[in-house]
């Protein structure tokens, strides 16, 4: 009997079929590597601010004029939370539902510390000041993906309550 258990689970262990641990488990094909991420930045209180950074995980950039910075510091490309446990996970390694955290300082203390996502407009939190967005995401192995624009206003970043229609003052990072 013994004999028996012992030849079906060296037999179990050699008939489960080989999944590979990185990339698309069905297609073997390997995770997207991240190159980039394009950022779209509104303040709260100055309506007609707006910012957009090309940046890497982990470089530092400035916010604006102002001696605020920020960096991405994770990248979530399947962005999933459980509710229950407050845990925050990817459900795959494609970019489904691509996210990042970014931690925004003043001086070198930081400040805040929030989510910008691909597929959601820019959020304030109750203490930020500045609010992102991801406009694209750039990958070394993947084609990029971007965020869906608003034509009519110009920007891909929806205006905040109240502003103008007229041309927000900008800053552009993303070029050389």
Do not use: C
Request: aromatic content about 10%; glycine content about 6%; overall charge positive.
């Amino acid at each position: 009997m013994r004999r028996a258990v012992l030849l079906a689970v060296l037999l179990g262990f050699l008939v489960v079929p080989f999944v590979p641990r990185a990339g698309h488990p069905a297609t073997g094909k390997p995770a997207p590597k991240l190159s980039t991420v394009t950022l779209g930045v509104r303040h709260r209180v100055f309506h007609d601010f707006s910012d957009r950074h090309m940046v890497k995980l982990n470089q530092d950039f400035l916010l604006g004029d102002t001696e605020y910075s920020a960096r991405v510091v994770q990248y979530i490309p399947d962005f999933q939370m459980d509710l229950e446990r407050h845990k925050i996970f990817s459900l795959s390694e494609q970019p489904n539902n691509p996210a990042f955290r970014i931690i925004v300082r003043k001086g070198k203390a930081p400040q805040d510390t929030t989510w910008a996502f691909l597929k959601s407009p820019p959020h304030f939190g109750a203490r930020s000041y500045f609010a992102f967005q991801v406009l694209r995401v750039d990958f070394t192995n993947h084609a990029p993906l971007a965020a869906d624009t608003v034509a009519s206003s110009g920007s891909a970043m929806p205006k905040p309550v109240g502003e103008t229609a007229s041309k927000p003052a900008s800053r552009d990072t993303t070029k050389p």
